[in-house]
């Protein structure tokens, strides 16, 4: 199974469960600085986001770190860096949408 991560999951998979595979592009989505807090989130849009790819063996720890399911959705996406990927990635839907509305701000880099 992979899983595409960015903002503050880069660089430290490797150090819970996962293989780093390669840096990639998540198109179709934006990246904004929650306004309740010091982290990024993503939603659907028009922007790309980079950021990397692992090989992990289960969500389960994931699941805990990016609160999912009330602070972070999660969906499988197709990313690309010199390969395609299906990977997983933490993102922010409807139902999470409120907890992250106190002004936040668009960034293109984490």
Sequence with gaps: MKLFVYGTLKGSVQYLTGKFLETATLKQHDM????????????PGDGEIKGEVYEIISLGI???????????????V???????????????????????ESKPKKITNW
């Design 78 to 100: 197709t990313v690309y860096g010199d390969k395609k990927h299906k990977a997983w990635v933490y993102y922010v839907g409807d139902a999470q949408r409120p907890l992250h």
């Design 62 to 76: 994931f699941d805990r770190i990016e609160g999912y399911p009330e602070l972070y959705d999660r969906k499988e």
């Design 32 to 43: 904004y600085r929650s306004g309740v807090g010091e982290f990024p989130f993503i939603t």
